[in-house]
């Protein structure tokens, strides 16, 4: 297949219209026996039925290497095209998919004799940054790369740059850019830094042999590449682009690899990643409300690949054998329906003050946006901040760095070219109406609590219910949750509990308050006792107040022994109101 040239940079995009993810197969040579697959041109492809050799189905993509392409024909026809995008500010994404032995990780890795996406990737980026650099134009940007390396092992988020047992949490800022905090980032300023930290950072992945691969991936490897391309003049534009570069771990058929404790929860893990993954895809091909990104890490750090911002392409590796049949068959199968996700890349441009990058910055609608940096002081405003929406304020804050800027060379902007003595006399002004609203808020929030309090002090009648309680003769309003708690109890009266009062309550300060009973309401509520106890059952007498079954048997053997009761006597003692306890025993003992 004839190689490409890498396209120019002269002339960068501002914006990309949408665009299908790119997918391209790789056909691994034959090892034994003859191949389930072959290839009809140099984009379509044909599998052969296991059931009859005369059935064949027929796959179509955007491209097809055989058994005979090299590392240097997958490169320049499928990766290298979508590179140009980084320092238009658009993500690019690449990943290899693919059942374990298939050579995922040859394609992505290579060996020093045949490099791999990988290290022809970082090479062709340092090289167009420093091309740009020496550009006519490019004396006015500035440039820098930095890299980040990361494996998803058992749906756990690990660095291999600083090699720990720490699950990263993976974060969505509120322009949905997916963000790894904690993740170790390396600044690369030629290829001899990223060889010096991307080769002891491949020796920490994950690895085991199985019957299938001496040396199997049992972890998803992702490295991410950062180019930064800021402006040094006014008005320092500033434009980000991520690269994702993905080694997916295979799916594997348990049954084959003889996968065994460890590697059969690391195996499981895996496919289950790959299913989520294959989920996703289509629910973005149906068009469906909820994606389930979230329903794994690998998926979660992919939501810009698939579906997202990223110009993504995706390198399926397939392997001819005749025992690898259904893992080929499904391998086509997820690649043809990948082929139909549309994502929608856009230039992430921003304005900054100079020499403000870094992690407090936030990037605005992903088009030509507004950055200040949360590290800087607020510079002042015409309006106050906290009472407006926040994207609004940013806004603000940075036309206002702006003009601060511009002041100096002699140009004002005339949206802020307010005079000073008319914004400070605005500002106090405003400084004055919030304090006078928040003494009004607490002025009604005061009344409100004496409203309050006032309702809860009005005496509320008593109501008979089926089962009277024990009568009491006085009752306690409590008064508001605010107070310190009740003093201790009084047989005579039972004091209004202590309160936190401001000084002008002092004189709303009520005494204390006691309810008395009416007469006719506590009368009939003996008599509704007393057929109680000489005419209820023991079911009926366990529903009384602190009366259980030891009470209610002696109660029954009293009517019996005595015959009914002739009055409800004074609560006294451990019996609860019903009898006092001298007489109760005296008799009961007699009896």
């Known amino acids: 297949m004839p190689s490409q040239q890498r396209p120019s940079l002269a002339e960068p995009r501002r914006a990309s219209p949408p665009a299908h993810v790119r997918v391209c197969v790789r056909l691994r040579p034959c090892g034994q026996g003859d191949p389930c697959i072959r290839g009809l041109d140099s984009r379509s492809l044909e599998i052969i039925s296991w059931r009859n050799k005369m059935e064949t ?124 905090p904690g993740l170790t980032e390396r600044e690369l300023r030629g290829f001899g830094d990223f060889e010096r930290h991307f080769l002891p950072a491949s020796r920490n992945r994950t690895v085991a042999s199985t019957q299938l691969n001496d040396r199997s991936s049992r972890s998803h490897a992702v490295l991410l590449v950062r180019v930064v391309r800021s402006q040094r003049a006014p008005p320092h534009r500033r434009r980000v682009a991520k690269l994702c570069l993905i080694d997916l771990a295979g799916s594997e058929d348990n049954r084959r690899t003889g996968n065994r404790g460890l590697r059969l929860k690391e195996s499981g893990a895996i496919n289950a990643s790959l299913h989520v993954l294959s989920k996703v895809v289509d629910a973005l091909n149906q068009g469906l409300s909820r994606v389930p990104y979230r329903d794994s890490k ?121 005079p000073r003595r008319e914004r400070v006399a605005l500002l106090r002004q405003l400084e004055e109406t919030r304090r006078e609203l928040q003494k009004l808020k607490e002025r009604q929030k005061e009344l409100e609590a004496v409203a309050l309090l006032d309702k809860a002090c009005q005496p509320k009648p008593l109501h008979h219910s089926k089962a009277p309680a024990r009568a009491r003769k006085q009752a306690v309003v409590l008064p508001l949750q605010q107070g310190k708690g009740a003093q201790g109890p009084n047989p005579d009266r039972t004091p209004f509990p202590e309160l936190e009062w401001n000084q002008e309550w ?67 003692g451990r019996t609860s109101g019903l009898f006092p306890e001298s007489e109760w025993g005296g008799r009961a003992g007699a009896g």
Not at 102 to 107: D, M
Not at 515 to 530: H, V
Not at 539 to 553: N, S, T, V
């Open 298 to 418: 690998l998926t979660r750090l992919l939501q810009d690949s698939l579906g997202g911002s990223a110009h993504s392409v995706i390198i399926a590796n397939v392997a001819p054998e005749q025992h690898f049949y259904f893992d080929t068959l499904r391998t086509l199968n997820f690649a043809a329906k990948s082929k139909q996700v549309v994502n929608r890349p856009f230039t992430q441009e921003m304005l900054q003050a100079p020499g403000k990058a870094g992690p407090g910055e936030v990037v605005w609608g992903g088009v030509a946006g507004l950055m200040v940096s949360s590290s800087s002081p607020p510079p002042s405003s015409l309006l106050p901040l906290e009472q407006l929406d926040p994207r609004l304020v940013q806004r603000l804050l940075g036309l206002e760095q702006l003009e601060k800027q511009q002041g100096g060379a002699g140009q004002r902007l005339p949206l802020l070219s307010t």
């Open 57 to 180: 189905m027929q796959y179509h993509f955007d491209t097809f290497y055989g058994d005979q392409a090299t590392q240097h024909d997958i490169y320049t026809g499928s990766v290298q095209p979508v590179l140009c995008h980084l320092l238009e500010g658009q993500n690019a994404s690449v990943l290899a998919y693919g059942p374990t032995g298939a050579g995922k990780t040859h394609t992505m890795l290579g060996s020093p004799e045949q490099p791999g996406v990988i290290p022809r990737a970082l090479r062709d980026v340092l090289q167009m940054t420093r091309e740009a650099s020496c550009s006519p134009r490019g004396e006015e940007w500035d440039y820098s790369i930095s890299m980040s390396y990361l494996e998803i092992y058992q749906e756990k988020v690990l660095d291999l740059l600083e090699p720990s047992q720490q699950d990263l949490p993976i974060r969505e800022d509120r322009d949905r850019n997916i963000l790894i």
């Open 506 to 572: 002092a004189e709303n300060r009520a005494p204390a308050w006691e309810l008395l009973l009416r007469p006719d309401l506590l009368a009939r509520s003996r008599e509704n006792l007393l057929a109680l106890l000489n005419q209820g059952s023991a079911k009926e007498l366990r529903a009384l107040h602190r009366i259980g079954e030891k009470r209610a048997r002696l109660i029954l053997a009293w009517r019996q022994l005595y015959g009914p009761f002739s009055q409800v006597p004074p609560p006294s």
